[in-house]
């Protein structure tokens, strides 16, 4: 029988390609690969015509990342009720999709807060509205470490030596650059100080492919190989210059894991009213975080570390498109703040899905639309120039939830192309309908995924 165990996958992909023609005969002075030169960075050739990361010439800033940085508690809280903030709006752009949905909008605020350290002008101010970032952009970066480092250190908090319990948490961030593309040194300092990214030479001119190999091999060994294949043929192409990933792979168990001998085929009445046949969990008789509230029930279910957990809100029957019509930042924060421990006899069903999105429309509506313009975009923080615009934010995410906990992955891809109180008798919870979900950092208030069931 397979562990307990839950595993969250974020992946930010930037694809940065230059507007101009190709100059094959610029061939700037290759340079150390330990830090910058002059004010950018001249990288070396790749050597290798497979893709193997350890072939890979490695371009590290001379600011290594800052484990230790100097930010006060409320700009990581004000940052994470950015990103909460993000997380609600994001969804509301795409909630009049079909069927259910899975997305990582931490991971999409990752990948765009790293392109945000080359944007400019309108369009830094664009993407900053569009993200909900009500914070200086300098502050951004400093916040997004601190942040991060925080979600890092709650592994440190798993307790539980259950036979066969796991809990794993990792972080990860990287460049890819072409190799004889001159990058502003302040940018990739930037990422390496608050990111931990050091940049990969790759040669994306000649070898698009290889490029696309190394990126996926990197991908799939950050994820424990629960994504292959990220990026498909043809996406990154000779006019690629850069591409950005951060990746994030968790691993635990549910503190109070479902017993299999309770499941139980049994009916879930679909958005329509019509009725399917699920496997429906039960957890019976558990002190958890609960809330009635009008037209609507919440509930938390721990991981391993306590401060790691999934978020249900259930409405009632025929009440979900009310319910998720109004949920915003203000009745999210008054609903977690307002949980309770009850005893709970909770039945869900088991669900097992993946939702492809184009970010584009919704960022643009968000407020993001110079980036995406070819006479609007400034992205010249990352190269001088003013030649660059993101084409494409593709996003991908995948989720499993059953008796042992949960499974999520997700990828996002931003190309940048041509101008990225204990009651005595359990509270009775039978999710046998449509239902939202969150996957939360408890103490920082952070969204890793979000969701909905509508057909399990």
């Not at 000779?238 to 503190?255: C, D, E």
């Not at 923080?381 to 995410?397: N, P």
Request: glycine share 6%; with cysteine.
């Amino acid at each position: 029988m397979n562990k307990s165990f839950i595993i969250l996958v974020l992946i930010g992909i930037l694809f940065v390609s230059a507007c101009q023609p190709l100059q094959d005969d610029i061939s700037p002075e290759i340079g150390s690969t330990t830090g910058p030169v002059t004010d950018s960075y001249p990288v070396a050739e790749p050597t290798d015509q497979k893709g193997d990361l350890q072939m890979l010439n490695f371009i590290k800033s001379e600011m290594g990342r800052e484990t230790n940085p100097n930010v006060d508690e409320d700009l990581i809280k004000a940052l994470a009720n950015n990103n909460t903030a993000f997380a609600l709006v994001f969804y509301d752009q795409i909630r009049n999709e079909e069927g259910n949905i899975i997305f990582s909008p931490f991971s999409i605020s990752l990948a765009l807060s790293m392109t945000l350290a080359g944007a400019e002008a309108a369009t830094e101010e664009g993407m900053l509205d569009a993200l909900q970032i009500d914070l200086p952009e300098e502050d951004v970066h400093p916040a997004f470490n601190a942040l991060m480092l925080a979600i890092e250190e709650s592994q440190n908090q798993s307790v539980s030596e259950m036979a066969g319990s796991h809990f794993q948490l990792n972080l990860a961030n990287s460049i890819w650059g072409q190799a004889d593309f001159d990058f502003n040194t302040a940018f990739l300092d930037t990422l390496a100080k608050n990111y931990g990214a050091g940049l990969f030479a790759v040669d994306f001119k000649q070898n698009p492919n290889m490029a696309r190999l190394a990126i996926n091999d990197w991908v799939a060994e950050e994820t424990g190989h629960k994504i292959e294949d990220l990026i498909p043929e043809g996406a990154i192409n000779a006019f690629t210059r850069l591409v950005l990933a951060n990746a994030i792979y968790f691993k635990g168990s549910w503190m109070y894991p479902f017993n299999e001998n309770l499941t139980i085929e049994s009916p879930f009445y679909t958005l329509d009213g019509s009725e399917i046949t699920a496997k429906r969990m039960r957890l019976l008789g558990k002190d958890l975080m609960y809330k009635r509230g009008e037209n609507y029930q919440a509930v938390s279910l721990p991981y391993l570390s306590s401060d790691f957990v999934m978020t249900l809100l259930v409405p009632d029957a025929g009440a979900f498109h009310e319910v998720e019509g109004q949920l915003d930042q203000a009745m999210l924060e008054n609903i977690l703040s307002s949980l309770l421990y009850e005893k709970v006899d909770l039945e869900m069903p088991k669900f097992d899905f993946d939702t492809n999105i184009n970010a584009n429309d919704p960022l643009i509506a968000l407020g993001m639309g110079d980036a995406f313009n070819p006479d609007g975009a400034d992205f010249s923080g990352i190269t001088g120039d003013e030649s660059l615009m993101i084409t494409d934010v593709l996003h991908k995410a995948t989720v499993t939830v059953d008796e042992e906990g949960t499974e999520a992955a997700a990828a996002t891809a931003v190309i940048v192309g041509v101008k990225s109180a204990m009651p005595e008798e359990p509270i009775s919870l039978i999710i046998d309908r449509p239902f939202m979900f969150m996957i939360r950092h408890q103490p920082t208030n952070t969204i890793l995924f979000m969701g909905r069931v509508t057909k399990p």
